[in-house]
């Protein structure tokens, strides 16, 4: 019996504790807003990307049109190693609006899962381009294996980073270079070999003309004939 008087008091103090400490509890933090450096960050080995997201706040960019729309967008990311290959000075070669093109590159203005590569309909519109004309890239499929052709070069999709049905991220083993910053130019055109100079007419004896010795001929005759006339008219007196 006082016993059962002891343990009801205890019981009673435990669970007022108990309630008290369930209170303090703070509840889980909600999922914060799509954020698609904190993304990369946690992939890692995308450290030159997200340099560039920053510096031409395109990852800004990503993250409010994710956050205040329901348009989808697919995002290729090349890996610090495909950077690595670009000859150098190529990214320091950019102006500032060829930075920001080659970034939006690199990103399309619809949700892509990687079933629906197979069905894209070529050329595909990607942010740098207002039309498929602009910036466009070329995706094809060989089984599993996804291919998307620059015009200038031609890169893998490696493997999905991130998606949530509104952004999907895939990595990419190199730098998409766009055909519009990075194409051969064309040869500039030979120029042309001037012609020769024909010479003048008056360098060469003129067509039927008397050439220099028949003039000297006719003028010997022409004497010759001034001085017999002479004779004949001497000749004349004379008689």
């Known amino acids: ?13 435990l669970f007022i504790q108990c309630t008290t400490t369930l209170a303090q509890s703070p509840a889980p933090a909600p999922a914060g807003p799509t954020n698609i ?6 992939a890692g080995q995308f450290t030159t990307l997200i340099r560039l997201y920053k510096i ?14 329901n348009q989808g967008l697919t995002v290729f990311a090349p890996t610090d190693n495909a950077f690595s290959t670009l ?4 990214l320091n070669s950019l102006s500032d609006q060829q930075k920001v093109s080659l970034v939006q590159f690199h990103i399309l203005p619809t949700f892509l899962s990687t079933s629906q590569f197979q069905t894209v309909s070529n050329p595909v519109r990607t942010q740098a381009g207002d039309s498929a004309g602009s910036f466009p890239l070329n995706v094809t499929t060989s089984g599993n294996s996804v291919n998307i052709s620059t015009g200038v070069d031609e890169a893998t999709v490696a493997n999905t980073i991130y998606t949530d049905n509104q952004l999907a991220v895939y990595q990419v083993d ?5 055909l519009s910053l990075f194409g051969t130019p ?22 039927g003309g008397d050439s220099p010795v028949d ?11 001034v001085v017999g006339f002479g004779v ?8």
Not at 87 to 90: D, F, H, L, S, V
Not at 174 to 178: H, R, T
Not at 186 to 207: E, G, I, L, T
């Open 186 to 207: 064309a040869p500039a055109a030979a120029p042309v070999a001037p012609k020769a100079k024909k010479k003048k007419a008056a360098d060469s004896p003129a067509a």
């Open 232 to 239: 004949a008219v001497l000749a004349t007196f004379c008689l």
């Open 87 to 90: 000859p150098a000075g190529t």
């Open 1 to 13: 019996m006082n016993h059962s008087l002891f343990s009801l008091p205890l019981a009673i103090l």
């Open 215 to 225: 003039a000297s001929s006719a003028v010997v005759s022409r004497l010759h004939g």
């Open 174 to 178: 190199k730098v998409l270079l766009p």
């Open 37 to 42: 450096t904190k993304i990369l960050e946690k």
């Open 56 to 69: 031409t706040q395109v990852g800004d960019q990503i993250n409010t049109q994710l956050n205040n729309s």
